[in-house]
């Protein structure tokens, strides 16, 4: 798939130096409508056709307490596959890395009412094994999937510089109004729009606490340049139509994944009401006709069959 079906020309025309500066000198990279709509309708159709499913033998979404994800994107998106190796892509990290990279994580997200996150950074990762943090360069790409009017990813404006001083990466809403006030930047915005952020920032999305139906829908993906460092994934080996050195690097093949699976989710953490929806509006109005019809005694089944067939 050629850049031009994936972003809009106001995007490609952009030069990587330019954008690269700004995510070394502010910290972020902003622009509106990057992408080209037919390209984000099929993302989004590739989402919905692997939506949360129990007993599915597939890739599918999973539920925490107030977001949903879909995690497995080179599973079951063959357009996640595409953009995240795009030469549009890959332009801005040579750029802005300079050296060898690699894809660390990636999700389709939503995130609903009353969802706290805390200011943080994400370039402390902490490893499997040893519980350890270390701190790795890299940066995230946000693609908004919707409008977002409220609960907006906002960005301390020059706080990659400072934040890796820190013995760590959580900072209280006091500390930030304290200290930063002035250069909090929040990107409300709409579908279609890109943020491009370095993971030394200190950054959160806005919580939402007065909307109940409050759902934001996003794209995620993390490129970093530790070559170890990265979730385990699943994926579809069909997609993968390019395969030099540069490429199996950056998608991890062969390489350690050394970063545990975010979300850690498991039948607990399911919403109550998901829990209802699908016993009550699925899986009973399909099992119990069929139970009762089992209780029937055969010439009465036979009858049906030929009720039903005339
Ligand atoms: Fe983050």
């Not at 701190?135 to 977002?148: H, Q, R, T």
Request: charged share 25%; net charge positive; aromatic share 18%.
């Amino acid at each position: 798939m050629k850049n031009s079906d994936i972003f809009n020309e106001k995007f490609i025309n952009i030069d990587t130096k330019s954008i690269a500066s700004k995510l070394d000198n502010e910290g972020f990279f902003f622009i509106e409508n990057a992408f080209n709509k037919n390209f984000l309708d099929s993302l989004l159709a590739e989402i919905n056709d692997n939506k949360f499913s129990v007993n599915k033998n597939w890739t599918s979404g999973v539920y925490t307490e107030k977001q949903y994800y879909v995690k497995h994107l080179l599973g079951c998106s063959k357009s996640f596959y595409y953009l995240s190796s795009s030469s549009g892509v890959f332009d801005i990290c040579d750029q802005y890395f300079k050296n060898e990279y690699r894809l660390k994580a990636f999700r389709y997200y939503e995130t609903y009412y009353a969802h706290k996150m805390e200011w943080h950074t994400d370039n402390k990762i902490a490893k499997k094994a040893g519980n350890k943090f270390s701190e790795i360069p890299g940066i995230i790409f946000i693609v908004y999937l919707d409008d977002v009017e409220d609960g907006e990813f906002q960005y301390v404006k020059g706080s990659h510089k400072i934040s890796n001083v820190e013995a760590y990466n959580v900072y209280s809403n006091k500390q930030i109004l304290d200290e930063f006030k002035n250069d909090v930047i929040s990107f409300k915005g709409k579908k279609g729009d890109l943020i491009i952020y370095n993971t030394y920032g200190i950054h959160r999305a806005k919580p939402v606490i007065n909307n109940k139906n409050f759902v934001r829908k996003s794209l995620f993906f993390q490129i970093d340049s530790s070559l170890s460092s990265a979730e385990p994934s699943l994926l579809n080996p069909s997609y993968f139509d390019k395969m030099d050195d540069k490429t199996l690097k950056y998608f991890g093949f062969g390489l350690p994944s050394e970063s545990s699976t975010y979300p850690d989710s498991n039948l607990n953490r399911l919403p109550l009401k998901i829990f209802f929806k699908e016993i009550f509006l699925t899986y009973i109005p399909y099992k119990l006709p069929r139970v009762i019809y089992m209780m029937f005694p055969n010439i009465l089944r036979k009858f049906f069959k030929r009720f039903l067939k005339s």
